[in-house]
């Protein structure tokens, strides 16, 4: 039997050592349902640095599946960069 979750689950634990400490801050926070601005305020710096922390973040995981901000979100869940 294959388990796509365990391969998912697997890989996706192999890139969050791909994201520099800023972009798994700024992925946090967007778990935390914060907007670009609200990001920005929190962490000091400004909104296309945010939108570029995303983006960079979004770029190093396309092999694992993250396309979109739903699943960037989906993986910080399942690597555990983000806790319930």
Avoid: F
């Amino acid at each position: 039997m294959h388990d796509k979750h365990y391969e998912y689950t697997h890989v996706a634990l192999i890139g969050r050592e791909l994201l520099t400490p800023k972009q798994k801050e700024t992925v946090m926070l967007i778990c935390d349902g914060l907007s670009n601005p609200e990001i920005a305020e929190q962490m000091g710096i400004s909104e296309s640095t945010v939108a570029n922390q995303r983006i960079m973040a979004m770029n190093k995981l396309k092999g694992q599946g993250v396309h979109n901000t739903a699943t960037l979100v989906k993986w910080a869940i399942v690597t555990g960069v983000y806790k319930l």
